[in-house]
T-cell receptor, first 112, second 112 residues
């Protein structure tokens, strides 16, 4: 049972480069989320998708775009990476409303 | 403005004693609260939750207490074990909104 799978695990980008972080879940959850974790800042919500076909901004959406490709997949795109986007990115999925989130193991991104 | 606050970045507790982690929130619309545990290089994992209609929820060694009037919740771990050393995140959501907001986390050290 894979749960939430994120790819890649590690990535180094130069400033201005673009990339897409992939996330897939096999638990038939409606909601999916992208968070970033920075030292001393905890987990901050970037974007979320309450259901297939919908996406909403979270706390720190600037510099990112998302696509809810289907119920299973939710990707996060950096169009022009900046050093401030150096972080660990976590994808999560959850059931309806108030069920706990299940997280992937993260993507460690460094922008130089 | 942080809606979920964990004001203690770290906490050290002797093995076998009680660990108490605290969390405050500012949004009175929050009605569901969760605690997550995170080990290095892994995604957060769900620990325990509580709905605003309750003031206590217990699961084995873990108990969460909710004081709605004070907008405060706490996680009690008793007895504390070495494997409890991790970062603990408090999180909250509104009933009709799937957006789940996390605090900055508290690093718990269990001392031998």
């Amino acid at each position: 049972n894979a749960g939430v799978t994120q790819t890649p695990k590690f990535q180094v980008l130069k400033t201005g480069q673009s990339m897409t972080l992939q996330c897939a879940q096999d638990m038939n959850h409606n909601s999916m989320y992208w968070y970033r974790q920075d030292p001393g800042m905890g987990l901050r919500l970037i974007y979320y998708s309450a259901s297939e076909g919908t996406t909403d901004k979270g706390e720190v959406p600037n510099g990112y775009n998302v696509s809810r490709l289907n119920k299973r997949e939710f990707s996060l795109r950096l169009e022009s990476a900046a050093p401030s986007q150096t972080s660990v990115y976590f994808c999560a999925s959850g059931g309806a409303g108030n069920s706990p989130l299940h997280f992937g193991n993260g993507t460690r991104l460094t922008v130089t | 403005d942080q809606q979920v606050k964990q004001n203690s970045p770290s906490l050290s507790v002797q093995e076998g004693r009680i660990s108490i982690l605290n969390c405050d929130y500012t949004n009175s619309m929050f009605d569901y609260f969760l605690w997550y545990k995170k080990y290095p290089a892994e995604g957060p994992t769900f620990l325990i939750s509580i709905s605003s209609i309750k003031d206590k929820n217990e699961d084995g060694r873990f108990t969460v207490f909710l004081n709605k009037s004070a907008k405060h919740l706490s996680l009690h771990i008793v007895p504390s074990q070495p494997g409890d050393s991790a970062v603990y995140f408090c999180a909250a959501s509104e009933n009709r909104d799937d957006k789940i907001i996390f605090g900055k986390g508290t690093r718990l050290h269990i001392l031998p």
